[in-house]
């Protein structure tokens, strides 16, 4: 277990991302989990997570829906397949059935409920497709030339 998951168990109760996986969750590499992520722990097995991914914190996987149960004694479920090079902003819940193409940017306190094709930037609940990603990274740079940029000694994450 890293030191940053074992801070974060106790912290917000965060299991670790080896909980998980070993139940069947596939995560590529490069996988940034900030703390009070909270993946579904009974249907992980239906997640999947590409290269790359950063989930800010307090982002939420649900790849299940109890709201029927009560009715019919039976839970729907489904898959949740997050592509490569896909940030996903604070407070953010993406839910089952759903597929996030590569080069996506989710926007904090989205609520993914559709499928995200590929270079998107997506915000709201629900999220709704605001640009591309391509897109945004041109005006981010442009803006970051005429702006003062802080290196990793601003951080307190060194």
């Known amino acids: 277990m890293k030191l940053t998951e074992l801070l974060s168990f106790f912290q917000y109760g965060d299991l670790p991302t080896s909980y998980f996986t070993k139940r069947g969750m596939r995560v590529g590499k490069n996988f940034n989990r900030q703390s009070g992520v909270r993946m579904d722990p009974s249907h992980c ?34 898959r949740i397949q997050i592509g490569d090079r896909v940030f996903v902003g604070a407070n953010s819940t993406i ?6 193409g590569d080069d996506v940017i989710i926007g904090a306190g989205s609520l993914v409920n559709h499928d995200i094709p590929d270079n998107c930037v997506v915000a709201g609940v629900p999220a709704k497709i605001i640009g591309k990603t391509s897109d945004f990274i ?3 740079k442009e803006r970051m030339r005429d702006s003062k940029v802080f290196d990793k000694s601003y951080s307190y994450y060194n």
């Open 45 to 78: 097995w239906l997640i999947s997570i590409g290269d790359d991914v950063t989930l800010a914190n307090k982002v939420q996987l649900l790849a299940h829906d109890d709201s029927i149960r009560i009715y019919t004694g039976y839970s729907r479920i489904g």
């Open 95 to 100: 839910l089952m059935n759903t597929k996030i």
């Open 138 to 140: 041109i005006r981010e």
